[in-house]
C-alpha cells in the first residue's frame, strides 16, 4: 500500500493551476502586440525577397543593391538620394519612427515555393515587418499571399503580369511597377506609327501567367489597332534553344515577331530571331520586325547588338531626365559604379513609400501603413506624379516606350527612350475584364 | 516542304549538340564505367572559354574623352583594345571578331588539363564505387563547378557573337531550287553542324586507326586482358577522359553564339544527353552519335505546326516518348553492347 499523500483530485487541481500559470504569460504576450512582428527594439527589420540564384540572379543582385541604398537613405546615410527630391516630406532621414532599419535577406531563385519559403522564414524568425522584392509574377503572387495571411506589407518588386493586381490582388499587396496592360496601351500606338496598322503579328510566349497575360494585352492592344494575330504558341519557361519554335514563324505568313519572353527566354529568343535573318526580311512587301513587349536593361545587355531597333516597354529608364531619377541614379552610379535597372528603381521607391507611409501613419500597424498608401498620390521618385490607386493597389504613372539603339557608344547605352505616354493612356477602370476577379479582402493585423 | 527542310536542318544542329555531348559521356563511360553527371559543365565551360577568350583579345587600355561625358556626367573613358592598337582597326577588329572559332586554341589545352585534373583527382576514387556515388559525386562537382562560374561572370547570359561573315542567314532554299530566301538558314548553325561532323570523324578515326585508339577499344573491350597484357590502360583511358572533356568543351565553345553562355546551360543538356545516350546504347559511341541525330530531328519535327496542332505540345515530350519505346522494345538501345548496365 502506498504512503504517497498524491490523490488523484489533488494531482488534477494543481495540474489545471499550473497548466494556468504557464498560459498566463502568452496570453498576455498575445494581447500585448497588436500586430505581426510589432518592432519592440531599438531595430525594425525589412525583409528583402530577391532571386540570389537562377536565371533572375542578376536582377536580384541589383534590387538588393537598391533596398540597401534605400535602407541606407532612411537611416541617414550616404547623399539621401530621391529623398531629397521625394513629395512627402515625412522622411526624416533619422530613421523610422525612432528605430534603426535593418533588414534581412531572401533567396526566391525565382520559384514560388522557394520565394514562400524564404519570406516565411524572414517573417517568422527575422520578425520582418514588410517583404519586398522579386523578380518574377508567379513569385509576387505567391509571396503576397503569404504576406495577406502572415498580416505583413508586401512591397512587390518586377511584376509584370495583371494578375498581380488583378485577380490575385491583396489587402497586403503594393506594385508600384507596370503591368502587361500598360504595356500594351504604350506600346501598340507607337507600333502603328512606326510599322503601320496593316501588320500580321506572330507570338511566341513564355507558357506561365505573365506570358499568358501579357500576349492578351498586346494582343488586345495591337489588334485594336488593326494588327491580325497569324498564331499565338507557347514556349516553355525552360526553353534555351528556340530554333524549332522560330522556323515555323518564317512560313507563317506574319510580318511581326512578338516575343512574350523575359529574362534568359528573351535573350535567347531574340539573339536566335535575328541569327535567323529575320530582321533582314521582306514579308508581305514589309520589313520583317521583331517586338519585346517587356525590357529590362539587363537583359538588353545580354542580347547585346540583337536589341538594335526593337521596341519594348519599361516601368522607368536612368536616363530619364526628372529630378527624382537624377538624384537616385547619382547616388546609386556613386555607390556601385553602374546605373540601376528598371527593375532596382521600383525596389528602392517601393522601400521608401513603405518607410513613408509609416512615418506619415506614426505607426507600424499594417492596416494604418495600408489606410496610408492607399490612394496616395507623389513625386520625385524618378516616374513623374504618381497615384496608388486604393482600388487594387497598382500605381498610376506615366510609361516609357523605349527602343534599341543602333549606335550604343558604351555598355549602358543601350536602350533610347521613344516615348514616355502619359498615364491617361494607359489608365484603366478597376473592373476592367483583363482584371477582373479577385477581391482586395481585408486587413489582417496577425497574430 | 520549305518548313520540313528548316526542320530538318534545325534537326540537325540541334543534333550536332546532343551527339557531341553523348559522345563524350559515353567515352567516359564505356573506358572508365563512370557515369558522369559533370559532363554538362564541362559543356558550360568550353562556352565559357570562348567568352575569357574573347575578354582576352579585347583587354584595353582606358583613355579620357574630354569631349564626351558618362551616365554620371563625368569624362567618359573609352576603352581601346590592345590588339586595335598592336594590328590597326581592321585587324584588330578583325581577331576579335573571329574570337569564338580562334577559341579552339584555347578549349583545347584548358579542357585537356581540366579533365585530367578531374579524373586523378576526384573521378579514379570512385572507379569502384556503385554508380550512384558516382552520379552523386559528379553531379555535385557540377554544382560546384556551375557556382564558380557563376561568381566570376555573373548569372546573366553573356552574349559572344558569331564572326559577322557568319552572323546572317544563308538561302539554303536557293540552292535547292526554291525562290529567294524562302528557306534561310543561320550560317554559324550549319557551320556547328559540319564542326560536329569534322569532331566526331575526328574521335571516331583517333579510336580506329591510332595504335592508342585500338588499344583503348580493346580495354573498351576487355579491360582484363588488356592489363595482363602488361599495358597501363588505366593511363590511356584518363587520357580518353580528357579527350571527352575536350569534346564537350569545343561543343560548348562553338555553341556560344546560338545560345549566349550562361552558368546553367550545361544543366539544360545534360539530362537530354542522357537520354540520348540511353537510346542509342551505353558504352556504344556510334549509337549516340546515331541516337544525338536522331533525336535531334524527331524533336524538331515535332515542333512543326501541322504536327502540334494533332498533337499539342508533343515537341516537348517526344524524346521521352521515343526513350520509353526503345527501352520497352530493345532495352540495351539502339547499339548497346550486352553486359553494360546490366549487372
Known amino acids: ?447 | 516542304m520549305d518548313a520540313i527542310i528548316l526542320q530538318t536542318l534545325n534537326g540537325l544542329d540541334k543534333g550536332s549538340a546532343y551527339a557531341l555531348i553523348a559522345l563524350g559521356l559515353t567515352i567516359i563511360f564505356g573506358t572508365l564505367g563512370v557515369v558522369n553527371f559533370a559532363h554538362g559543365a564541362l559543356f558550360m565551360l568550353g562556352a565559357f572559354c570562348a567568352v575569357v577568350f574573347n575578354r582576352l583579345l579585347s583587354l584595353s587600355y582606358i583613355t579620357i574623352d574630354p569631349t564626351q561625358t558618362d551616365f554620371l556626367g563625368n569624362p567618359l573613358k573609352v576603352e581601346t583594345p590592345y590588339v586595335i592598337g598592336w594590328f590597326g582597326p581592321e585587324a584588330g577588329q578583325a581577331i576579335i571578331d573571329w574570337s569564338v572559332p580562334l577559341s579552339i586554341l584555347l578549349v583545347i589545352p584548358v579542357m585537356g588539363l581540366l579533365g585530367l585534373a578531374m579524373e586523378r583527382g576526384l573521378i579514379r576514387y570512385f572507379y569502384r564505387r556503385p554508380h550512384a556515388d558516382q552520379i552523386l559525386v559528379t553531379f555535385g562537382l557540377a554544382i560546384v563547378l556551375q557556382e564558380i562560374v557563376k561568381y566570376f561572370f555573373g548569372a546573366n547570359p553573356i552574349p559572344t557573337p558569331a564572326p559577322p561573315a557568319m552572323a546572317g542567314g544563308a538561302d539554303v532554299g536557293m540552292l535547292l531550287g526554291f525562290p529567294e530566301n524562302a528557306i534561310v538558314y543561320p550560317v554559324w548553325r550549319l557551320f556547328y553542324t559540319f564542326f560536329a561532323a569534322v569532331v566526331i570523324a575526328a574521335v571516331f578515326g583517333f579510336l580506329q586507326f591510332t595504335t592508342f585508339g585500338m588499344v583503348v577499344r580493346a580495354g573498351m573491350a576487355d579491360r582484363e586482358t588488356v592489363q595482363l597484357l602488361g599495358i597501363d590502360i588505366n593511363r590511356r583511358f584518363a587520357v580518353m577522359f580528357a579527350i571527352a572533356a575536350i569534346v564537350a568543351g569545343l561543343a560548348g565553345a562553338m555553341y556560344a553564339p546560338i545560345n549566349s553562355p550562361n552558368y546553367h546551360m550545361g544543366m539544360d543538356f545534360l539530362v537530354l544527353s542522357f537520354v540520348v545516350v540511353v537510346v542509342g546504347g551505353m558504352g556504344s559511341l556510334p549509337g549516340a552519335v546515331a541516337a544525338g541525330f536522331l533525336l535531334g530531328i524527331l524533336e524538331a519535327y515535332a515542333s512543326l505546326d501541322a504536327v502540334k496542332q494533332i498533337l499539342p505540345s508533343i515537341d516537348q515530350i517526344i524524346i521521352y516518348i521515343v526513350a520509353i519505346v526503345i527501352l520497352l522494345t530493345r532495352p540495351r538501345g539502339l547499339m548497346g553492347r550486352k553486359g553494360v548496365m546490366e549487372e
Open chain 1, 1 to 447: 500500500m502506498s504512503n504517497s499523500k498524491f490523490t488523484r483530485r489533488g494531482v488534477l487541481r494543481t495540474g489545471a493551476a499550473t497548466g494556468a500559470g504557464l498560459a498566463l504569460p502568452t496570453i498576455f504576450t498575445s494581447s500585448a502586440a497588436a500586430f505581426t512582428n510589432e518592432p519592440k527594439g531599438p531595430n525594425v527589420v525589412f525583409g528583402f525577397n530577391v532571386p540570389q540564384t537562377g536565371p533572375y540572379a542578376e536582377e536580384g543582385l541589383d534590387e538588393l543593391r537598391a533596398q540597401q541604398l534605400a535602407v541606407e537613405h532612411i537611416n541617414g546615410e550616404g547623399d539621401g538620394g530621391a529623398l531629397n527630391t521625394f513629395s512627402s516630406k515625412a522622411l526624416q532621414g533619422n530613421g523610422l519612427l525612432g528605430k534603426k532599419v535593418t533588414y534581412v535577406t531572401g533567396d526566391t531563385q525565382t520559384k514560388s515555393d522557394a520565394a514562400r519559403a524564404s519570406a516565411k522564414s524572414m517573417i517568422e524568425k527575422d520578425g520582418a515587418i514588410m517583404i519586398n522584392g522579386g523578380s518574377s509574377s508567379g513569385v509576387a503572387v505567391a509571396v503576397q499571399a503569404l504576406c495577406q495571411e502572415a498580416g505583413v506589407i508586401f512591397m512587390a518588386g518586377l511584376t509584370h503580369a495583371n494578375d498581380t493586381t488583378g485577380k490575385d490582388k491583396r489587402r497586403h499587396g503594393f506594385r508600384h511597377f507596370f503591368n502587361a496592360y500598360m504595356s500594351g496601351a504604350a506600346l501598340a500606338p507607337v507600333l502603328a506609327k512606326a510599322y503601320g496598322t496593316d501588320r500580321r503579328a506572330y507570338h511566341l510566349t513564355a507558357d506561365y501567367n505573365w506570358g499568358w497575360t501579357q500576349e492578351a494585352s498586346i494582343k488586345a492592344a495591337t489588334e485594336a489597332l488593326g494588327w491580325e494575330t497569324v498564331a499565338t504558341v507557347r514556349t516553355p519557361l525552360t526553353a534555351t534553344d528556340f530554333s524549332s519554335y522560330l522556323a515555323p514563324v518564317l512560313n507563317s505568313g506574319a510580318d511581326v515577331l512578338v516575343l512574350n519572353h523575359y529574362g534568359g527566354n528573351m535573350v535567347n529568343s531574340l539573339t536566335q530571331a535575328v541569327q535567323f535573318g529575320m530582321r533582314d526580311k521582306i514579308v508581305n512587301g514589309k520589313q520583317f520586325e521583331i517586338v519585346v513587349p517587356l525590357y529590362s536593361e539587363l537583359m538588353a545587355e545580354g542580347a547585346g547588338s540583337a536589341v538594335q531597333g526593337v521596341y519594348g516597354s519599361m516601368n522607368w529608364n536612368w536616363q530619364l531626365s526628372d529630378e527624382g531619377t537624377k538624384a537616385f541614379v547619382k547616388s546609386f552610379g556613386e555607390k556601385y559604379g553602374r546605373p540601376p535597372s528598371n527593375s532596382a528603381q521600383t525596389c528602392y521607391a517601393q522601400v521608401i513609400l513603405y518607410a513613408d507611409a509609416v512615418a506619415r501613419a506614426g505607426s507600424f500597424h499594417p492596416c494604418a501603413v495600408i489606410e496610408a498608401l492607399e490612394g496616395f498620390e507623389f513625386d520625385g521618385l524618378g516616374n513623374g506624379p504618381t497615384l496608388y490607386r486604393a482600388d487594387d493597389h497598382q500605381c498610376f504613372k506615366d510609361v516609357l516606350v523605349v527602343k534599341g539603339k543602333e549606335n550604343p557608344k558604351n555598355q549602358y547605352d543601350i536602350l533610347e527612350i521613344v516615348e514616355k505616354t502619359p498615364v491617361e493612356q494607359v489608365w484603366y477602370e478597376p473592373d476592367h475584364p483583363m482584371f477582373a476577379g479577385g477581391e482586395l479582402g481585408p486587413c489582417n493585423p496577425g497574430e
